[in-house]
C-alpha cells in the first residue's frame, strides 16, 4: 500500500493508501464519523461507516481527540461537494501521538491568545494558507531573478553599517567591538553589482522600530536587488514587472490559498496589468492638497495618505524623487534640483502603503563622504563602501522588497504579523 499526502489524493481516485494525518474536527451519529484531517499539505475528510470497519476502529473515531496524530488507511474517491474535491473511507487507524485539550478549539479566539499560540496556529487553515503563499513568493522571487540573470549573493547579518540612519538599529557585541543587525543588504549588493553586474539578496533584516502599526514588524525579509550599469527608470522597469510576476505566480499556483482567504482573484488580476502610474512627490503632494490632507513639501507620508495615492489609481503606484532630507544618505542627487533626490517608493492600493523603497545610487565619491558625514556616521566605518566609488564607479540603482508587506496586500491580511511564521514585534518574542 502506497504512503501518499493529501495533497496528491487526486491522483490516487479508488485506490487503497496510508496517509500520516492530524484530527482538526470531528462529527459522529451512531453509524457514521467524519474525521476533519490535514496532513501540512492539505485538508480533507475522512469517512468512517460503522458497517465497512471493526467495532474498536468505529469506537477509536469516536473517541479520538483534536489533534491527535495518526496512521490511516482507506480508499480515496471523489467528493463533488467538498472544495477539496476527495475524501477518504477509512478502514483503519493507528494512533500515533495523543492530544488533549488542544488549546486552539474551533470557536473564536482574540489575536493575543493566537499569537501566544503561534507555534501551534500555524497549523490552522488561515495561518497555513498565508505560508503557502509566502513560500510562492519565495519561489517565484528566486524563478524571476534567474530569469533575468541576477546572481544571488548573500549580505551579512552582523555589521558596521547603518544605511538606513541610526535611531532603528539593533545594537549587539562583537566581541570588543560594536556591530548592529543588518537594516538592510543594500550596501553589500553593491558591492556585489559591480562584481556581477545584477544581484539580489533574500534575508532577515532588522529595525528597532518602536512602531506599534500593521506594517511594521522587528524583524522582517528583504528581497534587495542592485544592477549596475542602470539608471532608476530601468529600475522600476524591473521592479512592476518583479511584482506582477509575483502576482501572477500566486495567481497560478495558489487558488486555493486564496480562496481560503477569501482573496478576490479578479481583483488581484488588475494588478498584473502594466505599467503601473508614476507620479512625482511633487505631485503627489498637490493631489493630497487637492483632496483635503494638511501636508507640507517637505514631510514624509503617513498610512493615511499613501492609502489615498494607491487608492486614488487602484493600481500599485510609484512616487518619484522624495526630498533629499528624508531619505538615506546614498541616494542620487537629482541633476538639476539640491531637494530631492532620485528614488522611488512603490505604495500598494488597498491601504496596505509602500511595498517597495529603492532608488538610483549616488555615485560620485566627494558627495557621499560628505553625505556620510552629515547623516552622523563615521567614514572610517564605510571605507569600503566608498571603494566603490574609488575604482570604477558607475551608475547603479536597486530596491527593496519588503516580503511580509508584499505578503499581506496579496492575500488581502490586515496585518504584517500574519505574514511571517514567527512574528518579532514591539512587544512579542515569544514563542
Ligand atoms: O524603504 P526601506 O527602508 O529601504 C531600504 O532598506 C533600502 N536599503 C532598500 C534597497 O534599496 N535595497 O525598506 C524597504 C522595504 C519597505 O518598502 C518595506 O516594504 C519594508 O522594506 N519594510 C518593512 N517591512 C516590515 N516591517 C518594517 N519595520 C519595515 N521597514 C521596511
Ligand atoms: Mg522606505
Known sequence: MQQINIIDAKDHVDEKVKIGVWLTNKRSSGKIAFLQLRDGTAFFQGVVLKNNVSEEVFEL???????????????????????????????????????????ITPKEHG??????????????????????????????????????????????????????????????????????????????????????????????????????????LIEFWMIEPEMAF???????????????????????????????????????????QLPYPRISYDEAVELLKQNDFDVDWGVDFGSPEETFLADHFSQPVFVLNYPKSI??????????????????????????????????????????YDQIVKAGLDPKEYDWYLDLRRYGSVPHSGFGLGLERAITWI???DHVREAIPFPRLLNRIYP
Open 61 to 103: 473515531a469516536k473517541e479520538l481527540k483534536q489533534e491527535s496524530s495518526m496512521w490511516i488507511t482507506g480508499v480515496i474517491h471523489e467528493d463533488s461537494r467538498s472544495k477539496f474535491g476527495y475524501e477518504i473511507a477509512v478502514e483503519t487507524i493507528e494512533v500515533i501521538g495523543e492530544s488533549h485539550d488542544y488549546p
Open 111 to 216: 489575536i493575543d491568545f493566537l499569537m501566544d499560540h503561534r507555534h501551534l496556529w500555524l497549523r490552522s487553515s488561515r495561518p497555513h494558507a498565508t505560508m503557502i503563499i509566502r513560500n510562492e513568493l519565495i519561489r517565484a522571487t528566486y524563478e524571476f531573478f534567474n530569469k533575468e540573470g541576477f546572481t544571488k549573493i548573500d549580505a551579512p547579518i552582523l555589521t558596521g553599517s547603518a544605511p538606513e540612519g541610526t535611531t532603528d538599529l539593533f545594537h549587539t557585541e562583537y566581541f570588543d567591538r560594536d556591530a548592529y543587525l543588518s537594516q538592510s543588504g543594500q550596501l553589500y549588493e553593491e558591492a556585489g553589482a559591480m562584481a556581477f553586474d545584477k544581484v539580489f539578496s533574500f534575508g532577515p533584516t532588522f529595525r528597532a522600530e518602536k512602531s506599534k502599526t500593521r506594517r511594521h
Open 230 to 272: 542602470m539608471h532608476q527608470e530601468q529600475s522600476l522597469e524591473i521592479q512592476e514587472r518583479y511584482i506582477a510576476f509575483l502576482v501572477q505566480s500566486v495567481i497560478d499556483h495558489c487558488a486555493d490559498a486564496l480562496e481560503t482567504l477569501g482573496r478576490d482573484i479578479e481583483t488581484l488580476k488588475k494588478y498584473t
Open 327 to 368: 531619505k538615506p544618505f546614498y541616494m542620487k542627487p537629482h541633476p538639476t534640483r539640491d531637494d530631492v533626490v532620485i528614488c522611488a517608493d512603490l505604495l500598494a492600493p488597498e491601504g496596505y502603503g509602500e511595498i517597495i523603497g529603492g532608488s538610483e545610487r549616488a555615485t560620485d565619491y566627494d558627495y557621499l
Open 411 to 413: 492575500t488581502g491580511e
